[in-house]
């Protein structure tokens, strides 16, 4: 477990990055804040046409600030074992 400030942050195995983002997707508000919108997956260019497919983007109103969201397991094999984050 990892604390930090009031907060406590609790590792837990997922079966896939689908689950990983789901898991995301449904708790944004605890992990960017009560203030934060989560814009779901969206394809961005950069200027020469180069493409990928993010996640989702996070705005937080009140920081007035963005991010870009992409949900990774630090290992993938096809399935999840324990070292999965």
Known sequence: MLIFKDTKYIKAPFK???????????????????????????????????GTILDGFVIDLEAKKWYLVEAELLHYNGDCSSKCV
């Open 16 to 50: 896939n990055e689908d689950e990983l983002e789901q898991v995301v997707v449904s708790n944004y508000e605890y992990i960017f804040g009560p203030t934060s919108i989560y814009l779901p997956k969206k394809m961005i260019k950069t200027g020469d046409g180069t």
